[in-house]
């Protein structure tokens, strides 16, 4: 069992917390392109509620990468791998896991999930992944999605919070450059 507490950045760490509110799909495309544009290795975790939009960010996510076809939902199989090829030659190994579905947290030692997690330059994003506390590694970056009604508007918005852990900010990460 991991301590999150000492794994995550404090919030008066802009570089290390950032919070931002999309109005849009379109908002949405762009932040997964940012988040692309970072030099993530590691894990990371999007949290929220059913419908909150974290396969939609996944999606969009992969497709900034560089991933061309269909982007499949976990739901089922847990986990959908990507090899992805970089601008630069390198392929990139990217696993989508929905985590959503699991009756126990060993059953990803059955799929070698921990395998996934040992990949040089890999990204392995997790929704759900709070399903598997204490079994999986502190990730380097949490998103949590929060489904709110716009005061001015009353259509929904997404409050997306990004936290980055002490595994994150090590690798010199900055969520400050993120803006929608």
């Given amino acids: 069992m991991h301590n999150d507490n000492a794994q995550i950045a404090t919030d008066t760490d802009s570089k290390a917390v950032h919070t ?3 109005y849009s799909e379109d908002d949405t495309q762009a932040l997964a392109q940012q988040l692309a544009a970072l030099p993530l ?20 996510w992969l497709q900034a ?4 076809g269909a982007v ?6 847990l986990v959908e791998p990507y090899r992805i090829e970089q601008g630069n030659g390198i392929t990139k190994p990217v696993y989508h896991a929905d985590l959503y579905r699991l009756q126990d ?3 990803l030692s059955f799929i070698g999930f921990d395998e996934y997690l ?3 330059n890999v990204l392995v994003i997790i929704e759900w992944a709070s399903r598997a506390d ?3 590694p502190v990730p380097d970056l ?3 999605i929060t489904q709110k009604a716009n005061s001015d508007d009353g259509k929904e918005v997404r409050q997306i919070e990004l936290r980055l852990s002490k595994t994150g900010q090590a690798q010199g990460l900055d969520l400050s450059i993120l803006n929608i």
Avoid: I, N, Q
């Avoid at 949290?47 to 969009?60: E, M, V």
């Avoid at 499949?72 to 199989?77: H, L």
């Fill in 105 to 107: 947290p060993e059953e």
């Fill in 72 to 77: 499949k939902s976990p739901t089922y199989t």
């Fill in 142 to 144: 949490f998103v949590d």
């Fill in 134 to 136: 204490g079994y999986l």
């Fill in 118 to 120: 040992d990949e040089p």
């Fill in 20 to 22: 931002l509110t999309l």
């Fill in 41 to 60: 290795t590691g894990s990371v975790w999007l949290a929220g509620d059913l419908g909150a939009g974290k396969t939609t960010l996944t999606r969009y």
């Fill in 65 to 68: 990468l560089g991933h061309k």
